[in-house]
């Protein structure tokens, strides 16, 4: 089993920047994919952004694409979000995941393909 703690979230102006963090904890050969949801008030949680631990290789959604990068720190178990020109739509609860597995790319952003989840952290952008 994983462990993970997101960190980072805030309230932001539009066209504002942040960085979000996710710790991760427990053997790594759990989470060879991880991604990146987001949850509004009375909405789906949607998937943003995926990374496969091992290549590195990433995609992104394309609600958010050319403005969100995810990274990580493989060092620090560190799973990052940068979020670049926010935007009001993009206010939610954000949450780290991870599969133990290589998720298929037809399941990058749905939720039901992880195994673990962080608790998740608030991002607010005002207009």
């Known amino acids: 089993q994983v462990q993970l703690v997101e960190s980072g979230g805030s309230s932001v102006q539009a066209g504002g920047s942040l960085r979000l963090s996710c710790a991760a904890s427990?053997?790594?050969?759990?989470?060879?994919?991880m991604g990146w949801f987001r949850q509004a008030p009375g909405k789906e949680r949607e998937g943003v952004a995926f990374i496969y631990t091992e290549s590195e290789f990433t995609a992104s959604a394309d609600s958010v694409k050319g403005r969100f990068t995810i990274s990580q720190d493989a060092a620090k178990n560190t799973v990052y979000l940068q979020m670049n020109s926010l935007k009001p739509e993009d206010t939610a609860k954000y949450y780290c995941?991870?599969?133990?597995?290589?998720?298929?790319?037809?399941?990058?952003?749905?939720?039901?393909?992880?195994?673990?989840w962080g608790p998740g952290t608030q991002v607010t952008v005002s207009s």
């Open positions: 995941a991870a599969a133990a597995g290589v998720v298929p790319a037809n399941s990058w952003f749905r939720s039901s393909a992880y195994d673990d």
């Open positions: 427990g053997d790594p050969y759990n989470r060879k994919s």
